[in-house]
């Protein structure tokens, strides 16, 4: 994501173009007088969710007379930018997917309605599925994604480092002695995997958490309406030279590649990863573990907000959320998690999983989820937070002055903020 809002950035030349191209190619809309409902996804190329969300329209459509949803499906690289230009042309679908930490921004936007959805289909979902900007909710997904430690127990248990539970996780002191051990008595070339490779919604999901542990943040939260203090104050200083220590330390790999693989080729003693890799790492390592992140001081944190589905402005609310609340039946929130390895959001469909269920292989990530996870900054300015963060923390990472690179973050953020009257805050 460029560093702009996305009404902005549908206004860049590259990025309309490309939304150009992708509009020609469908329909554009649904058209609400004879029943047709047109359903946006991300999900271009992956044959997995597509086939879930294949099944759900099969399903809607057999199932009553009122409606049609018809699917057309973009590259995620892409998709962004075309619906900041369908949106900015008139051509916005009925129907869509949107990343967690967009909605903010989107519903600011105009691009997004608000949801009709019953209490007692929106209140089983985890609150880490519900996308909400100014009390309203907007969005609802069907899955949930969490990051852990992945660790091989032979490992552990050779190093004399004490497993750690959901109730009592490593403290700060304990995780950065546990490197030390691995370091010192193994021969890995690393102790931990950080995947820095992977530069896009990573940064801000997988690093800021441990910001936040620390006792920082991505933005004050009080007001929405600067970072000063959360992202450059003497906690998010601490946060910053550890992190920098830990590479320049030699304890994880500065270029490491993307989705644990210093990890899952032996490079790495640990990975901080996600769940949607859990299933691949327990495939290589017959002893691997999934770890709780530590406490650093203000308990331990992960990411929570992964992709979602909302109703447009552009949709006959009707229409639209009928198709919605269909769609998030618990059935269906199984199967994406059963074809994906994703957290199914609401309990009754982790009951119908293998991994996820009560005493399923899985079913920590349900846990961390549950107890540790820490929502993006809920305000239209996170798409550029997400992108200085993404930025700044790979100066910090590569050995720059910590604080000024902190500085200079806020500087970017505040700015934005300024220059949009404050997003509505």
């Known amino acids: 994501m460029q ?20 509009l020609t190619a469908c329909s554009s809309g649904g058209n609400a007088a004879d029943g047709t409902l047109l359903l946006w996804t991300h999900s271009a190329g992956n044959d997995t969710e597509l086939a879930v969300t294949d099944q759900i329209l099969e399903s809607f459509n057999g199932g009553q007379d009122d409606y049609t949803v018809e699917r057309e499906s973009f590259p995620q690289d892409a998709y962004n930018d075309t619906v900041s230009a369908a949106s900015l042309s008139g051509d916005l679908p009925d129907a869509l997917t949107v990343d967690g930490p967009n909605v903010p921004n989107w519903a600011w936007a105009g691009h997004l309605q608000p949801l009709d959805l ?6 089983k979902f985890l609150p880490s599925t519900l996308g909400i900007f100014q009390d309203q909710l907007y969005s609802i997904g069907h899955w949930e994604a969490a990051c852990s430690i992945f660790a091989r127990e032979s490992v552990l248990e050779a190093a004399k480092i004490r497993i750690p539970t959901l109730d009592a996780p490593w403290t700060g002191e304990e995780f950065d002695e546990a490197l030390q051990r691995i370091a010192a008595d193994t021969d890995y070339q690393w ?26 943040d991505l933005i004050d939260r009080s007001t929405y309406l ?14 910053g030279q550890w992190f920098q220590g830990l590479f320049t330390g030699g304890l994880a790999n500065i270029e490491s590649p993307i989705g644990g693989e210093d990890f899952n080729q032996g490079k790495a003693a640990m990975s901080f990863n996600g769940n949607w890799n859990a299933l691949a790492a327990m495939d290589l390592y017959d002893d691997v573990l999934f770890l709780p992140p530590p406490d650093f001081g203000n308990g331990p944190k992960i990411g929570g907000g992964s992709w979602q589905w909302a109703v447009t402005s552009a ?12 769609a998030l039946s618990d059935k269906f929130v199984a199967e994406f998690a059963n074809a994906t390895g994703l957290i199914p ?29 820490v929502l993006r900054p809920e305000t239209p300015a996170y798409t550029v937070i997400a992108s200085v963060f993404t930025q700044y923390t790979g100066d910090i990472i590569h050995g720059g002055d910590v604080q000024a690179a902190l500085d200079s973050a806020v500087a970017e953020i505040d700015a934005d903020i300024e220059s949009n009257s404050g997003y509505g805050f």
Not at 3 to 22: E, Q, T, V
Not at 345 to 364: C, D, I, K, S, V
């Open 3 to 22: 560093r702009r809002d996305l009404m902005k950035l549908a206004a860049a030349s590259g990025g309309a173009a490309l939304a150009g191209s992708a």
């Open 118 to 123: 019953p209490a007692e289909v929106t209140d």
């Open 191 to 216: 102790a931990i995997d950080f995947a820095t490779a992977d530069i896009g919604e990573w940064y801000p999901y997988a690093y800021s958490p441990f910001l936040q542990s620390f006792g920082g």
């Open 226 to 239: 600067t970072a000063g203090g959360a992202l450059n104050g003497p906690e998010a200083l601490a946060w």
């Open 315 to 326: 949709a006959d609310p009707a229409g639209a959320n009928t198709f919605l609340q269909a």
């Open 345 to 373: 959001a609401t309990e009754a469909a982790a009951e119908l999983t293998e991994n996820y269920a009560p005493g399923g292989a899985l079913r920590m990530m349900v846990d961390y989820s549950r107890n540790f996870a």
